[in-house]
T-cell receptor, first 110, second 113 residues
Framework: EAQVTQNPRYLITVTGKKLTVTCSQN?????MSWYRQDPGLGLRQIYY???????DKGDVPEGYKVSRKEKRNFPLILESPSPNQTSLYFC?????????FGSGTRLTVV | DQQVKQNSPSLSVQEGRISILNCDYT??????FLWYKKYPAEGPTFLIS?????DKNEDGRFTVFLNKSAKHLSLHIVPSQPGDSAVYFC????????????FGSGTRLSIRP
């Protein structure tokens, strides 16, 4: 089944403790992206990648890092999480005709 | 500054009637537009799209209209069904940066019996 898989689905962590949210796609898509969803703000793009080793900042990149060492994986790294990064995160991949999204990771930073 | 705007946070429509969701954009470079549907606890799913070379695209009960001069698009759902109750996101991109898709804030559609 074609899908985008992100883990974990839920995560509660403390301020400053580094964490990684993993994302993997099995559709051989070139494009991948991370979004966060917040009430009243919709989906805002954090980072995106056009291919292996090619990444760029989206609209809200501060406090996040990404890497694209393999085509199928695009992890999101929070080096020092803060409470304002509490949000619902979505990974997505695309073949240039619109993104396919994962099921989301709800992150709470206390 | 939001480049894609959905000014109606919510919409309630009677089952069987037409639902019309609206979206405005400010960036004239956008040339590809998409609508996504999102249920609670799930990721957004692609619904329908339209290229700027067209002004209308239909897929079953769903039709998207694009008015480039007004920088406005709309999604029509007819007839509306209970399963259409969800949050709908409008999104846009330009061909030179297809991986950078900008989303609106969403409209929550409720279909009442």
């Amino acid at each position: 089944e074609a899908q985008v898989t992100q883990n974990p689905r839920y995560l509660i962590t403390v301020t400053g403790k580094k964490l990684t949210v993993t994302c993997s796609q099995n559709m051989n898509h070139e494009y991948m992206s991370w979004y966060r969803q917040d009430p009243g703000l919709g989906l805002r793009q954090i980072y995106y990648s056009m291919n292996v080793e090619v990444t760029d900042k989206g609209d809200v990149p501060e406090g996040y890092k990404v890497s694209r060492k393999e085509k199928r994986n695009f992890p999101l790294i929070l080096e020092s999480p803060s409470p304002n990064q509490t949000s619902l995160y979505f990974c997505a991949s695309s073949d240039n005709y619109g993104y396919t999204f994962g099921s989301g990771t709800r992150l709470t930073v206390v | 500054d939001q480049q894609v705007k959905q000014n109606s946070p919510s919409l309630s429509v009677q089952e069987g009637r037409i639902s019309i969701l609206n979206c405005d954009y400010t960036n004239s470079m956008f040339d590809y537009f998409l609508w996504y549907k999102k249920y609670p606890a799930e990721g957004p799913t692609f619904l329908i799209s339209i290229s700027s070379i067209k002004d209308k695209n239909e897929d079953g009960r769903f039709t998207v209209f694009l008015n480039k001069s007004a920088k406005h698009l709309s999604l029509h759902i007819v007839p509306s069904q209970p399963g259409d109750s969800a949050v709908y996101f409008c999104a846009a991109s330009d061909e030179s940066s297809a991986s950078k898709i900008i989303f609106g804030s969403g409209t929550r559609l409720s279909i009442r019996p």
